[in-house]
């Protein structure tokens, strides 16, 4: 299988990974060196596969993903092994939390590899587009992992040429850190990605590996509407400039310059059966039953431990609640929890928030998510490859081929809504058809399985908090779109911008806090009243957004 074959040569080309500290000092010895390499095509392959390598490892398992849970999709089991993800959600993270120091660790080792592309890539004897596409990726992928440090740490060291400075880098402020996103993402080797691939690794399973033309539009529409939004707070400018880049993506797509499209079901955004789609603009590519550390190591992670499961990401109770009913909810969510028999004879659906006797049926008491979720032959224990269905087990294997979608095509469409509401823009019609194409899918059409439900076009999908779309004004068409992204990739952890992501932009995560510290009952069906398990407390501060810098870094740069 050629994916196999990308990837395993992407771990024989590994370069290093490694904490932003040791970034600054190596030895050596045994390692890819400017001295020694780019001598040949072959080689500058290599180092490619390599950055694509640490880009991999930076998704395939939960602790780099971690901060993602101070957004109010997601929480988290109290207690068992979940307390690194347990002080994100209280927003009272430690300088050793696992979650913190991978989340450093693999994002400075993509830098590390980008740079070592990035300043040497021009010894190689090759053509002049050979050595764009390398340095190209090198750039974007650099790019990426600022865009995600800088959001989670603000202040970070940024070093662009891997040289040791005895561990005393000053972090640099946010400001400068998205100077160089930005500097990267319009950097000329940028400008020259392809609107698609021929070949493969880059094009490979019917679709781009590599990131393109569309993948980097979309980037940058991402990162200046961060910028618009805080803390930097440049806005209505900024989100001109994204509404323009997700304006491309979209004609591109319309005209036929680019092949993406939305599926018409959201049944199948995640699906492994459509693993390969044509909506997803980034994604990060993984093969199945290679080796644990290229697989995406998800497959049970939104499982209940209570039902064998790694239960690491519950569903904030209160969004669930808000959240408008639809095949989308219905594919984001369990409608009702599959769970063993006591004679081990069997399944029973059971609502979770159904009670037994004193207790609860599960004890997670939440929300169950499926985003990651898919079926299997218990006696085999073989994944199926079709769209989960809630009604069948769920695997608990440990791993599987999931493509993560980094950045899909409605998303591009809600940036746009969103962005050229906020700058101001005339003429919001395509605004307003964007937001409409994202929320039909969402809210009417068929749900997948054998209890299959249809929510028929009863028009109420055309209405947000008593407006019709098409007679919002600006601020209300802004409002209603970025909404509409949370519902979009609620409990996706692993999307280039999250509902935290969303809501650190907007300022908002000072009202999740404070949620979280009343912590209300909330009723779920007629009588039933539940509360979260994590309890919050203190007042709030803006620095609690940000994560600590891990412990082994910052034991070693008196700057951090």
Not at 196 to 215: Q, R
Not at 252 to 280: C, F, H, L, P, W
Request: glycine share 6%; proline share 5%; net charge negative.
């Amino acid at each position: 299988m050629k994916t196999k074959i990308f990837l395993g040569c992407m771990m024989t080309a590994s370069l290093l990974t490694v904490s932003c500290a040791d970034l600054l000092q190596e030895d050596p010895r045994g390692k890819l060196t400017p001295e020694n390499y780019f001598s040949t095509q072959e080689e500058l392959n290599m180092s490619v596969y390599s950055l694509y390598s640490k880009v991999n490892a930076s998704q395939t398992r939960t602790n780099p993903q971690y901060p993602q849970w101070q957004g109010d999709d997601i929480t988290t089991n109290p207690g068992s092994n979940k307390q690194a993800a347990a002080e994100i959600d209280r927003f009272a993270p430690v300088n050793s939390n696992k979650g913190v120091k991978d989340c450093w660790a693999d994002h400075y080792a993509i830098i590390k590899a980008a740079n070592f592309i990035i300043l040497n890539a021009s010894k190689t004897p090759t053509d002049e587009t050979s050595m764009k596409q390398a340095i190209g990726q090198a750039k974007f992928w650099r790019a990426y992992a600022y865009f995600t440090l800088v959001r989670i740490f603000g202040d970070i060291p940024l070093t662009l040429d891997n040289e040791n400075d005895d561990f005393t880098m000053t972090p640099s402020p946010v400001e400068k850190v998205y100077e160089q996103i930005v500097a990267d993402l319009t950097s000329e080797e940028c400008e020259s990605l392809p609107e698609s691939y021929k070949d493969a690794p880059a094009f490979m399973n019917g679709v781009n590996v590599y990131v393109t033309k569309a993948a980097l539009q979309s980037t940058r529409a991402a990162v200046y509407m961060a910028m618009a939004g805080w803390p930097l707070e440049k806005g209505a400018s900024y989100y001109a400039k994204a509404a323009e880049e997700a304006k491309k993506v979209i004609e591109g797509a319309q005209n036929g310059t680019y092949d993406i499209r939305m599926d018409d079901n959201y049944y199948d955004v995640y699906a492994m059966s459509n693993n390969y789609n044509k909506e997803t603009i980034l994604g990060i590519n993984y093969s199945p039953n290679v080796d644990w550390v290229q697989d995406s190591q998800l497959t049970s992670c939104n499982q209940f431990e209570s039902i064998g499961g790694w239960g690491d990401a519950w569903g904030e109770i209160r969004f669930w609640k808000r959240f408008p009913e639809g095949p989308r909810k219905d594919a984001i969510y369990d409608p009702q929890i599959l769970k063993p028999n006591k004679d081990g004879k069997g399944y029973e659906l059971h609502d979770w928030y159904e009670k037994s006797g004193e207790g609860w049926v599960f004890p997670e008491c939440h929300p169950m998510f499926s985003v990651f979720s898919v079926n299997w032959d218990p006696a085999s224990k073989a994944n199926i490859d079709a769209p989960y269905d809630y009604t069948l087990p769920a695997s608990q294997n440990m791993c599987n081929g999931h493509r993560h979608r980094l950045i899909r095509y409605a998303e591009v469409k809600l940036w746009y809504a969103e962005a050229a509401s906020r700058a101001g823009e005339a003429d919001l019609t395509l605004a307003r058809q964007c937001l409409k194409d994202v929320r039909k899918r969402g809210m009417v059409g068929d749900t997948y399985g054998s209890k299959k439900k249809t929510y028929a076009d009863d028009g109420s999908w055309k209405v947000i908090n008593g407006v019709d779309i098409d007679q919002m004004n600006a601020s209300q068409l802004a409002e209603a779109a970025f909404e509409e992204h949370g519902w979009e990739v609620a409990g996706y952890w692993v999307a280039l911008v999250t509902r935290r992501a969303d809501q650190f932009r907007m300022k908002l995560l000072q009202k999740t806090f404070e949620e979280r510290v009343g912590n209300p009952e909330v009723e779920v069906a007629p009588g039933v009243k539940v509360k979260e398990g994590v309890e919050v407390s203190g007042t709030w501060s803006d620095s609690k957004v940000y994560m600590p810098y891990p412990d082994t870094d910052s034991a070693k740069n008196p700057n951090l």
